[in-house]
Nanobody, 122 residues
Framework: QVQLVESGGGLVQAGGPLRLSCAAP????????VGWFRQARGKEREFVAC????????YNVDSVKGRFTISQDTAKNTVYLQMNSLQPEDTAVYYC???????????????WGQGTQVTVSS
């Protein structure tokens, strides 16, 4: 397993941006796919986006609709989730996760971060 540390959450007004970061201190993501999931209060965990180290990406198109972009910085061994045009319905705890393959299924990810709260005010 890989220890994951998320950062970048916070409070933002509707229409604003936030960028989340996911790092693995002392480790490399080169053999993992890294995904972002979110869980709103009272709802199930939802897939947001996933990236493989060569750069392939998968998005939950219905939820993010071109507003979110997942990317990676190989030099910093960090994966980012750039979120633009945020809406109140994007309010959730956002988690990054690492697993052997790129997939939308949470069960396929073996390591999870502690989560970072994103709150979008209307």
């Amino acid at each position: 397993q890989v220890q994951l540390v998320e950062s970048g959450g916070g409070l933002v007004q509707a229409g604003g941006p936030l960028r989340l970061s996911c790092a693995a201190p002392g480790r490399t993501f080169s053999t993992y796919a890294v995904g972002w999931f979110r869980q709103a209060r009272g709802k199930e965990r939802e897939f947001v986006a996933c990236i493989t180290w060569p750069g392939g990406t998968i998005y939950n198109v219905d939820s993010v609709k071109g507003r979110f972009t997942i990317s990676q910085d190989t030099a910093k061994n960090t994966v980012y989730l750039q979120m633009n045009s945020l809406q109140p319905e994007d309010t959730a705890v956002y988690y990054c996760a690492a697993g052997p393959t790129a997939t939308m299924r949470p069960a396929n990810f073996v390591s999870w971060g502690q989560g970072t709260q994103v709150t979008v005010s209307s």
